[in-house]
């Protein structure tokens, strides 16, 4: 039927009710307001009913004013509702509206199309005031300016499990519209969906909820604006923009809770003071956001504000770009954990122009893939601040961290690495300000911190740091030829690589508690705290102030090549520079400290590190510190800070092979030194000399050499050895064996024949015819002695100028017999063994120490005793020896267990001169020889001590008076005594002893010719069976009298078996 303008086919009033089962309503007219069905009041049921409306102007399915309507399906199919609009200028088509604030439409599985031409509206089911519900079914909006739902403020549109196509809008509103799942069929839950031209869900100044919905748009996915607000739980969007919050007096609410969007352009775009998007987990899944075609995940603008708490981006341009005063993007931990995470083509985190991103346990990743250099966050006159989580770069010439514009980035314990080549950790495009705590940063194939024109401050405090390029820091120009200036403030941190500022640019480095590997090459400023330590790999080069009060060590020299250390200025702050130093003769190689130009000022100690530096004698010496271009050093910026012993003038010392190390101010005399340098009045040596002359005065003479502590040891170690190593006279090993005595005559003549003529002599005869004839005790027996001595030498000639004095003691036990006998005398042989101590002090200018020795050996003995007085006496013996070499003056042992060896041969000779019945005279001479030696050693200072010479061959002349009685006791058995004097004459016939240290030789000998005096005596009883001896000595130089003595004692016991 044709229905005039504003007329209803179907009318329901005056509260009826109206039940329609598979029933036809066409309504079409010409002109405005032509309805199918229109319930001003009372209620309605439709079952499978059809209704088409068509107008040239406005077409409506139905319309509901109040009351209740209820569409569902009948046996025969669902509720068809068709509204057509055919005009071309004006006029639209609604499938479903409800225009009163009490009208309710129930709809279940109704098929809805609304289609118009004009540019009015169409809406498959639209809420001008009340409610639409709708379950299952579908929706189909045809035209230019067609919704697919649409509510008014005051109205609500629920859809669960709709299918929604509309070529303008899904869902736009200004009043609810609430989309969920139809759940009929809990087992199969039905989405709804929404297939929108532009735009699947529209929110002006109105609330949009969805549960699990499917959006999918020509252009947006969601629109937000006019103080509206979209909440999405679960379900997708598919756009060229996902969501579009960008009011900028208003502004909107987003948020997706576990929303899947997926978009060509822009993930979501927010701007506006007062508009909000919260992507958010849903409890079990996050929000994600993927991009193509270069486009940006999450745009941030004009005070927008975004939170995304677990959210996931994926995008093939930038991840976040956020710009404009007071924007805002927050990236945390979702409810239900999992990080924030944002992986984009192009800058993971771009925030410029006053914005501000906070990030917690955020993961951002730039994969480098879009076109332009791309970061993994950008600040840009904007401010960043990142707690855990970690930032990488991923592509070429970008950088983990990058700022500029005054833009700063905080971070804290937070992650960041560069892979990418040429890639750098923290990069300033211009001014900035970087700052991490804790956490780490790589750049693994390019530098730590790059900067390329402005002002760029970083701090790293506690930070892993790694560098691929070998670059700590690289200040350079920018494209335009401006140069940059950066401060880097390293706390707690370990850096590993080199520092270089282009000309005209500034790099200064702060050291505090951390540690820096590596070169500087025109760095500006250089400064370490007591705690930091740098690590000098290769030469370096500071253009204005190196301030230490922690250590410089320069690292050792890489095929003989030393370094150097060249700054204007230098500041000692009680901090230490290590060198190392060939410690060997003048001009030796050594690393140095170069002043140039400028001052070198407070006090710094220099740690010397030898380098295969054997030791030699100097005179100006090894330059250290070279002072150039008018450089100027005060008297106290350099001391020796690590100096192995500290001499007796006070100053630290370093050993090297034989000699010591000092380190003076200056050369020796004014001019030119040993480097022909004429202007080293500032620079600094390491001298092996004994004084240092005071400039003018030009010493007459070569200076000393300065020795080591040790080599006075070493040059009196064989002396020790030889004094542990002498051999006894006879008579202070064995005692006396010769007794003059007028021994009874054996037979006398006489008359007898019965007794041959030769009778035993009677007392009377006796006393006349006695024999004078020497008595010689032989026999077998045993005998043991104690020797001690204490002596002093001020040797004639000594290297080390060195005295020493020495305590010995020796015990010595033997075994001898009569071997031989005849009319001319007797033949006594006898072994030994012995076993002494001797400990040496040993003193000198150079140092002060002891050697304690421990001997153990064994020997032989031959006498012949003639009975006419004459006696020849051959010993030898040998000795192995353990001995300990301490320095006093190092404070530490030399040697410990230094194993030695030595062998002594005598020959003496004497004839007692009987003067009358007890008084004998003894000329004697003895000749002894005596070598010692010990094996090499290399002492603790790396010098190489060996003997070169431990021979000695000694010649005695002595001359003894005794006196001696004998007697026999109450038993009759024979008693002796004897007491001596003896006065000594011995001579020295080689030169001393000489000791090799590292190729130095050092000479010993004391005076060769000494005189000595010693009283002795022996007494034996029981007819010779026991007896006891002794001898007191004293020698002394004969040179130098009583500077170098001796005084000793032996005392011994002898048993005849």
């Known amino acids: 039927m044709t229905a005039p303008s504003g007329i209803s086919t179907v009318t329901v009033n005056n509260d009826a009710s109206l039940v329609l089962t598979d029933s036809t309503i066409t309504a079409v007219g010409v002109g405005t307001g032509v309805v199918g069905l229109t319930q001003i009041s009372g209620t309605s049921a439709l079952s499978g009913v059809t209704i088409i409306s068509t107008a040239t102007g406005a077409a409506t399915g139905i319309d509901v004013r109040s009351g209740t309507l209820t569409i569902g399906s009948s046996a025969t199919g669902a509720t068809h509702i068709t509204a057509t609009s055919t005009g071309t200028s004006s006029g639209a088509g609604n499938a479903l509206r409800t225009s009163g604030s009490g009208a309710v439409i129930n709809a279940t599985d109704a098929i809805l199309e609304a289609s118009g031409q004009s540019a009015n509206t169409n809406s498959g089911a639209f809420a001008l005031a009340g409610v639409i519900n709708l379950t299952g079914g579908s929706i189909t909006a045809s035209g230019s300016n067609s919704y697919g739902l649409r509510s008014l403020s005051g109205a609500t549109i629920n859809a669960d499990g709709v299918n929604i196509q509309a070529d303008l809008y899904g869902a736009i509103t200004t009043g609810t519209i609430n989309l969920g799942l139809d759940t009929r069929d809990p087992s199969a839950p039905i989405h709804t969906t929404i297939n929108a031209g532009t735009t699947g869900i529209y929110a002006t100044a109105g609330r949009v909820t969805g549960t699990d919905v499917k959006v999918t748009s020509g252009n947006q996915g969601v629109v937000v604006t006019q103080a509206g607000v979209v909440d999405l739980t679960g379900g997708s969007i598919a756009a060229v923009t996902g969501v579009l919050n960008t009011d900028l007096a208003q502004g909107g609410t987003f948020t997706g809770s576990g929303v899947a969007i997926t978009t060509t352009g822009t993930g979501v775009n927010t701007a506006g003071a007062n508009s909000v998007s919260k992507l958010q987990d849903n409890g079990s899944t996050h929000t994600t956001i993927k991009t193509s075609n270069n486009a940006t995940g999450i745009l941030v603008r004009s005070g927008g504000q975004v939170t995304g708490s677990g959210v996931i981006v994926d995008a093939s341009g930038r991840g976040i770009d956020a710009g404009g005063a007071n924007t805002q993007v927050t990236l945390e931990d979702g409810s239900s954990g999992g990080n924030a995470i944002v992986t984009a083509g192009g800058t993971a985190l771009h925030v410029t122009t006053g914005a501000t991103a906070i990030g917690t346990n955020a993961v951002l990743t730039s994969t480098g893939t879009a076109a332009g250099n791309a970061y993994g966050a950008y600040a840009d006159a904007a401010s960043i601040d990142l707690t855990g989580g970690s930032v990488t770069a991923r592509g070429s010439n970008g950088a983990g961290l990058a700022v500029t514009g005054s833009g700063n980035i905080n971070t804290t314990a937070t992650n960041v690495t560069a892979t990418g080549a040429n890639s750098s950790g923290i990069l300033g495009l211009g001014a900035g300000e970087v700052t991490m705590v804790g956490g780490s940063m790589l750049a693994e194939q390019g530098d730590l911190v790059r900067s390329e024109g402005g002002a760029l401050d970083v701090t790293l405090d506690t930070v892993l740091t790694g560098t691929g390029s070998g670059m700590v820091l690289n200040v350079l120009d920018d494209a335009a030829g401006n140069h940059g200036s950066v401060n880097l403030s390293a706390l707690n941190t370990i850096l590993d690589g080199d520092i270089f500022a282009a000309a005209d640019n500034i790099a200064n480095v702060s050291l505090s508690g951390s540690e820096l590997t590596g070169a500087a090459n025109n760095a500006t400023n250089i400064s370490l705290d007591a705690d930091s330590l740098w690590n000098m790999t290769a030469s370096s080069t500071v253009s204005d102030t190196v301030t230490n009060a922690g250590m410089i060590a320069f690292s050792a020299p890489d095929a003989g090549a030393f370094k150097t250390l060249t700054t204007t200025n230098y500041v000692g702050d009680n901090g230490t520079v290590v060198l190392n130093t060939t410690l060997g003769a003048n001009a030796s190689p050594s690393d140095q400290i170069v002043i140039n130009g400028g001052t070198a000022s407070g006090q710094t100690g220099l740690a010397i590190n030898n380098i295969n530096g054997t030791g030699a004698p100097t005179t100006d010496g090894i330059k250290v510190v070279n002072a150039i271009n008018g450089g100027i050093t005060t008297a106290d910026a350099f001391f020796l800070g690590n100096g192995d012993y500290v001499t007796n003038d006070g100053q630290n010392a370093k050993v090297a092979g034989a000699y010591a190390y000092t380190l003076h101010r200056s050369p020796i005399i004014s001019g030119t030194d040993v480097y022909g340098d004429s202007y080293a009045t500032n620079d600094w040596y390491l001298r092996s000399i004994l004084t240092n002359p005071v400039d003018p005065v030009v010493p007459t003479s070569p200076q000393p050499p300065r020795y080591q502590p040790g080599v006075p040891i070493y040059e009196n170690y064989p002396n020790a050895l030889q004094v542990l190593n002498r051999l006894p006279t006879l008579a202070q090993r064995t005692g006396n064996r010769y007794w003059g005595e007028r021994a009874p005559a054996e037979t006398v003549f006489c008359k007898d024949p019965a007794q041959n003529f030769r009778c035993t002599p009677t007392q009377d005869q006796n006393a006349y015819y006695q024999d004078g004839a020497t008595t010689i005790v032989g026999g077998m027996g045993v005998w043991g002695r104690i020797e001690g001595l204490h002596g002093r030498q001020q040797p004639n000639v000594t290297t080390s100028q060195s005295d020493y004095e020495y305590d010995m003691w020796k015990l010595q036990a033997g075994v001898d017999g009569q071997l031989y006998e005849n009319d001319a005398g007797k033949l006594i042989g006898g072994v030994s063994v012995h076993y002494g101590q001797v400990s040496t002090d ?70 007692r001169i009987a003067l009358n019945e007890n008084w004998i005279l003894t000329p004697q001479a003895q000749l002894t020889w005596s070598t010692v030696d010990f094996d090499s050693f290399t002492d603790p200072y790396g010098a190489h001590v060996s003997l070169d010479k431990g021979d000695s061959l000694k010649g005695r002349l002595g001359l003894a008076l005794g006196h001696e009685r004998s007697w026999k006791d109450d038993d009759g058995q024979t008693s002796r005594a004897q007491v001596y004097g003896i006065v000594n004459l011995t001579n020295e016939f080689l030169d001393g002893t000489r000791v090799d240290v590292s190729g130095t030789k050092f000479d010993s000998r004391a005076d060769r010719l000494t005189g000595g005096v010693g009283l002795g005596g022996t007494y034996s009883w029981a007819n010779d069976k026991y007896a006891v001896f002794g001898e007191v000595s004293a020698d002394t130089s004969l040179k130098n009298f009583s500077d170098s003595y001796e005084v000793g004692g032996t005392l011994g016991l002898r048993v005849k078996f």
């Open 842 to 911: 040993i003193t000198s200018v150079f140092g002060n120490g002891n050697i304690d020795t421990t001997g153990y050996g064994f020997g032989g003995t031959l006498t012949w005793y003639g009975n006419n007085g004459f006696y020849l006496d051959a010993q030898g013996q040998v000795t192995w020896y353990d001995s300990d070499l301490y320095s006093d003056t190092l404070r530490q042992g030399l040697a410990d267990g230094s194993d030695g060896f030595g062998y002594a041969l005598s020959l003496e000779a004497g004839k």
